[in-house]
Structures are given as C-alpha cells and as structure tokens.
C-alpha cells in the first residue's frame, strides 16, 4: 500500500527563518511527487512536480528536491504570507495519495 | 479566468438524507476527481473521471456514494443515506491531461458537508 508521512505535522518559524519539511514516502512506482500549498478554507495549490531522484524545483522562496525516498520542501527566509498547509502526494496510477500536511506558520 | 467551481459551498443535512455536490470543472479538462477532505487530513482519493467515464472509483468508501458525469463536464457526487462520518470537506479537481501523467490537479473550494 502507498504510504506517504510528513513531518513535522506544524511548524512555527519567525520570520526570516529558514527551515525544511519533510515528505517520507514508500510506493511502488513513483511517477511523480507533487507538493502543494493549502491554505485555510480552499482547495489545494499546485506547487512543485518532481519526477527523479535528485531532481530539484525553485519558485520564490520554495525549493523542493528528491530522492528515492523522499522528498524536502526547503523555505528561506519565509514571510508571514508563507503561512499554510503544505502538502505533499505520490502518484502511481492516475490518482494521487496525499500526506496529511505540515501546517506552517511564519511570525512576523 | 473561471477555475473549478463547487456548489454548495457549505452543506447542513440530517442523518439519512440524501444529498448531491456539484463541480464545474476548468472548460477543456478531460479529467476530473473528487478527493474528501477531513479535518487535519490529507484529501483521500474518491473516483476519477476521463470524460464521461468513470476510469478510476476504487475510493469511494462503499456503494451509498455514486458519482456521474453524463455530458464529460459537469460531475455530480451523490451520497445516499449520509451518516455522520460523511461529515468532511468534498473537494474536486480537474486536469487538461488526457491518459498517461496525471500532472498538475487544479482544485475547487470544495463543499463543506455537516451531518447531524
């Protein structure tokens, strides 16, 4: 069965303090990690798509790599505007298996 | 432009009622999903659409929830007899990908349905 943990389940950082969260995944198959970002009230926001190990995205703040079996979501010098769900997924088949998300919360 | 759009966007219904959940996807989008939501949860697989069909129904918990999309745009999820653990946010999702990678979903507000 597909199994995809996050951690840390929340994270407070000030503002201007970097961190990662972390996607832990074991399937069979990897067609693509996705990361997405939810915030309070909508649906989720189409981020990143990783498909190799070792392969790495940027936009703004956000840097997401992988490997074989897993995945980091690096934010530096995140704002308050940062704050949200992230979400990471796997996808097999067609469909995507999600984790449970690392809420964020950037303090000013 | 318009995204995906849900209606209603809050649902209130009494244990063993019927109900309906609506999504109009991004005009062109071949695929369409509908994930549930619950709270502190990732959104969890329900059914997928390419075109009118249902290619993928392998989530839906058991036979109370149906889902049709008889024209390859509109979908509407249909719960049957809801308990009150049917009690989550329904989200859909479309997609411009036509078989193969699934690619980026585009996903509604989704419908926040409450059973009391």
């Known amino acids: 069965e597909d199994q995809v943990t996050q951690s840390p389940e929340a994270l407070r950082l000030q503002e201007g303090e970097s961190s990662s969260l972390n996607c832990s995944y074991t399937v069979s198959g990897l067609r693509g990690l996705f990361w997405y970002r939810q915030d309070p009230g909508k649906g989720p926001e189409f981020l990143f798509t990783?498909?190799?190990a070792g392969e790495e995205k940027e936009k703004e703040r956000l840097k997401a790599t992988l490997t074989k079996k897993e995945s980091f979501l690096h934010i530096t010098a995140p704002k308050p505007e940062d704050s949200a769900t992230y979400l990471c997924?796997?996808?097999?088949?067609?469909?995507?298996?999600f984790g449970s998300g690392t809420q964020l919360t950037v303090l000013p | 432009g318009a995204g995906v759009s849900q209606t209603p966007s809050n649902k209130v219904t009494e244990k063993g009622k019927y109900v309906e959940l609506r999504c109009d996807p991004i005009s062109g989008h071949t695929a369409l999903y509908w994930y549930r939501q619950s709270l502190g949860q990732g959104p969890e697989f329900l059914i997928y659409?390419?075109?009118?069909?249902?290619?993928?129904d392998s989530g839906l918990p058991n036979d109370r929830f149906f889902a049709v999309r008889p024209e390859g745009s509109v979908s509407t999820l249909k719960i049957q007899r809801t308990e009150r653990g049917d009690s989550a946010v329904y989200l859909c999702?479309?997609?411009?990908?036509?078989?193969?990678?699934?690619?980026?979903?585009?996903f509604g507000e989704g419908s926040r349905l409450t059973v009391l």
């Open positions: 999702a479309s997609s411009p990908t036509g078989g193969g990678s699934t690619g980026e979903l585009f």
């Open positions: 659409f390419q075109g009118t069909g249902a290619a993928d």
């Open positions: 990783l498909y190799s």
């Open positions: 997924a796997v996808q097999v088949t067609r469909q995507l298996t």
